[in-house]
């Protein structure tokens, strides 16, 4: 589908809130001036990006949603650390945890990069069906950790293999 129609639609839903998400918004052709055709219209708009494309593009006016991809999602070589350095307060970083080692990283990585102090808005969530929710929030507690734990609410609502929602 083409940028316009992508624009048109989005408007067309009289909505106030639109959000960029699904593999990688920004490796998609035109996502960049779409997110600013969205503000320019009165929209707030939010990206979720893997953290693998450059963000310094990304209109001021989106609101930032930024994983930092753990040690077993395989993904950890793609990550641009340097994304860190456009992220706001109003923007969140997410992490998704699979185990013990994942929550150990993500908390040295908090640590260690003071992420609190560039957004308050610091997410942990699980992977699904991989680790207790109980788990986790008994290793933030006793960690004292800036996060908030929260649950991919999709995976709940919908059955867990269902793409597209």
Request: hydrophobic content about 45%; charged content about 25%.
């Amino acid at each position: 589908m083409a940028r316009a129609e992508v624009l048109a639609r989005a408007l067309a839903m009289g909505l106030e809130l639109v959000e960029l998400t699904g593999g990688e918004p920004l490796l998609q052709p035109g996502a960049f001036v779409l997110m600013t055709e969205l503000c320019d219209a009165g929209r707030t708009v939010l990206v979720e990006t893997n953290g693998e494309v450059d963000v310094s593009r990304v209109d001021r006016r989106v609101h930032k949603i930024m994983d930092l991809k753990t040690p077993s999602s395989g993904e950890m070589h793609r990550m641009r650390w340097s994304n860190l350095g456009y992220i706001t307060p109003r923007d969140e970083i997410k992490f998704v945890i699979e185990n013990r080692a994942d929550y150990l990283w993500m908390r040295d990585i908090l640590r260690g990069r003071s992420l609190s102090m560039l957004t308050p808005n610091l997410l942990v969530s699980t992977v699904f069906g991989k680790l207790a929710m109980r788990d986790v929030v008994r290793w933030v507690l006793e960690d004292a950790l800036p996060v908030r734990v929260q649950m991919q609410m999709h995976k709940y609502i919908w059955p867990p293999n269902t793409q597209g929602v």
